[in-house]
């Protein structure tokens, strides 16, 4: 029985990675093929900021990372909330992922306006090459001698949806 209960949480955990592949690839698939305008919306962006962080406080405490926040309330951001959550969340995953065990992820956000919104997901890291720099938007690029799980589809996606 314990062998089995191995094996099967194994396979959850493989089918749990090929679903994350599958559902990011057609993301960028969809992109590529099926340009839609972003449908913005008016939402107080320092309350979305405030909620997306909450979700990922149980990984965060799980993993023992902290953060430090500074985060300006500029009021209601009219943009695509669904856009701004993708991007948000794929940058906090990244960071996540790649930010040892006592360590903080800094988020900051500024400007809102009509034009967009400015914020970052900062995490203390190694220094990364100049070649792998230039290719961490590249699809299914991974960084060498991590064992972070990843597909390195999420900075790629992230960066078209900004785009």
Same mark, same amino acid.
């Given at each position: /029985?314990?062998? $089995?209960?191995?094996?099967?949480?194994?396979?959850?955990?493989?089918?749990?990675?090929?679903?994350? %592949? $599958?559902?990011?690839?057609?993301?960028?698939?969809?992109? +590529?093929?099926?340009?839609?305008?972003?449908?913005?919306?008016?939402?107080?962006? @320092?309350?979305?900021?405030?909620?997306?962080? *909450? *979700?990922?406080?149980? $990984?965060?405490? =799980?993993?023992?990372?902290? %953060?430090?926040?500074?985060?300006?309330?500029?009021? !209601?951001?009219?943009? +695509? =909330?669904?856009?701004? !959550?993708?991007?948000?969340?794929?940058?906090?995953?990244?960071?996540? !992922?790649?930010?040892? /065990?006592?360590?903080?992820?800094?988020?900051?956000?500024?400007?809102?306006?009509? =034009?967009?919104?400015?914020?970052?997901? @900062?995490? /203390?890291?190694?220094?990364? *090459?100049? !070649? +792998?720099?230039?290719?961490?938007? +590249? /699809?299914?690029?991974?960084?060498?001698?991590?064992? *972070?799980?990843?597909?390195?589809?999420?900075?790629?996606?992230?960066? =078209?949806?900004?785009?």
């Amino acid at each position: /029985p314990d062998d $089995i209960r191995r094996y099967i949480d194994s396979m959850e955990s493989d089918i749990r990675d090929l679903d994350t %592949l $599958i559902e990011h690839m057609l993301t960028l698939s969809k992109m +590529d093929y099926q340009e839609s305008a972003p449908t913005p919306e008016n939402f107080r962006f @320092a309350d979305f900021l405030e909620e997306m962080l *909450a *979700a990922y406080q149980p $990984i965060l405490d =799980k993993k023992g990372l902290t %953060l430090n926040l500074d985060i300006q309330d500029y009021g !209601k951001a009219a943009q +695509d =909330k669904v856009l701004v !959550k993708s991007i948000f969340s794929n940058l906090m995953d990244n960071a996540v !992922k790649y930010t040892l /065990p006592g360590t903080a992820i800094r988020v900051t956000a500024g400007t809102v306006s009509p =034009k967009g919104l400015e914020f970052s997901v @900062a995490n /203390p890291c190694a220094p990364i *090459a100049q !070649k +792998d720099l230039d290719r961490l938007f +590249d /699809p299914f690029f991974r960084l060498s001698g991590h064992p *972070a799980k990843g597909t390195g589809l999420g900075l790629t996606i992230a960066q =078209k949806l900004v785009a």
